[in-house]
């Protein structure tokens, strides 16, 4: 059974560091592009960051250009967000989703329907 499961979350303060990480079983990420996502209450889904299964390209929302750092882990079936400087604005329920033959400026804009995405893990930046 496909899944993906995200860790990682939790409190912190404004300008602290966070790593989120997106494990998948059932599958292998090394075929999808993969995107990280947020959605705070009230407020439509957000793509932050995607990185296509050629590592190469990547793209980051402008909201998180110079702050997240996506990465992936083709071998161990991952996919890690650092997330640096963080403020009050980015606290959301952060998930990920994957979908095989996307771009990455696509994924992030929410232009597809997702083939996977995980249940998230809350962040919240607050002091």
């Known amino acids: 059974q496909a899944q993906l499961v995200e860790s990682g979350g939790g409190l912190v303060q404004p300008g602290g560091s966070l790593r989120l990480s997106c494990q998948a079983s059932?599958?292998?990420?090394?075929?999808?592009?993969i995107g990280w996502f947020r959605q705070a209450p009230g407020k439509d889904r957000e793509g932050v960051a995607c990185i296509a299964s050629q590592f190469s390209n990547i793209y980051y929302a402008l909201s998180a250009k110079g702050r997240f750092t996506i990465s992936r882990d083709n071998a161990n079936n991952t996919v890690d967000l650092q997330m640096n400087n963080l403020t009050p604005s980015d606290t959301a329920v952060y998930f990920c989703?994957?979908?095989?033959?996307?771009?990455?400026?696509?994924?992030?804009?929410?232009?597809?329907?997702?083939?996977?995405r995980g249940q998230g893990t809350q962040v919240t930046v607050s002091s």
């Open positions: 989703a994957v979908r095989r033959f996307a771009t990455v400026e696509n994924m992030c804009m929410n232009k597809y329907t997702d083939d996977y």
């Open positions: 059932g599958f292998s990420l090394a075929f999808y592009t």
